[in-house]
């Protein structure tokens, strides 16, 4: 079974600043899908950015950017120019290709620190 | 904008009774999921659908737990008798099958049994 670990319970970070969360993860499939979602205080589920894993360029959605490396099962996500409303729970989730449920990591909770 | 809708936001009730949460998926939506996320567990796969028809229901405790769809526009998970344990916010979230990045969570039920 796929197993999906954040290993970083919490993070903190000045605002305007850079930081990254970490994600592993654990499957035997070769082609499958990495996702960011976001939940903040109002309990929405967002979905920040995903990345297809037969796709060697990296994922980029305005200041946010993923380091997906394949051979390491590491899908870690870059927050560039952090801002006061990034501050959420974010997770890492994994979709096998075929399948169609989502398996989450543990969550971060990011705070922005002004 | 489309958006999953669940009822009720918040629900205390006491040991032993009866507990129903729905939801409303996106119209068009023939993939409806189930989640229950808790502080331990992080966010649990309960069950989920497909044009109705229950896929997988293996992350459910089936002596206690029902989902069902009676129709493509509503969605319902019943826990009886529920029990402190099942204390958590239970998320649904709907998608189109085979898009990947379509997926909509609602804002979740939280519930508290005392």
């Known amino acids: 079974a796929q197993t999906v670990t954040q290993s970083q319970p919490e993070m903190s970070v000045q605002e305007a600043e850079t930081v990254t969360l970490s994600c592993t993860y654990d499957t035997s499939e070769s082609d499958y899908y990495l996702f960011w979602y976001k939940q903040p205080p109002s309990r929405q589920m967002i979905l920040v950015i995903r990345?297809?894993?037969?796709?060697?360029q990296n994922a980029t959605e305005n200041r946010f950017s993923v380091n997906f490396q394949k051979a390491a099962k590491s899908f870690s996500l870059k927050i560039s120019d952090s801002q006061l409303g990034d501050a959420a729970m974010y997770f890492c989730?994994?979709?096998?290709?075929?399948?169609?449920?989502?398996?989450f990591g543990q969550g971060t909770r990011l705070t922005i620190n002004p | 904008d489309a958006r999953v809708t669940q009822t009720p936001r918040h629900k205390v009730t006491e040991m032993g009774q009866e507990v129903t949460m729905r939801c409303q998926p996106i119209l068009g939506h023939n993939t409806v999921f189930w989640y229950r996320q808790t502080m331990m567990q992080g966010l649990e796969l309960l069950a989920y659908f497909r044009n109705r028809a229950p896929l997988d229901d293996s992350g459910m405790p089936k002596d206690r737990f029902s989902a069902e769809m009676p129709d493509a526009t509503l969605a319902t998970l019943k826990i009886q008798p529920s029990e402190p344990r099942d204390s958590a916010v239970y998320f649904c979230a709907s998608g189109p099958t085979g898009v990947v990045e379509k997926l909509f969570f609602g804002s979740g039920t939280q519930l508290s049994v005392l």
């Open positions: 990345q297809e894993a037969y796709k060697q």
């Open positions: 989730a994994y979709r096998g290709k075929g399948a169609q449920k989502l398996v």
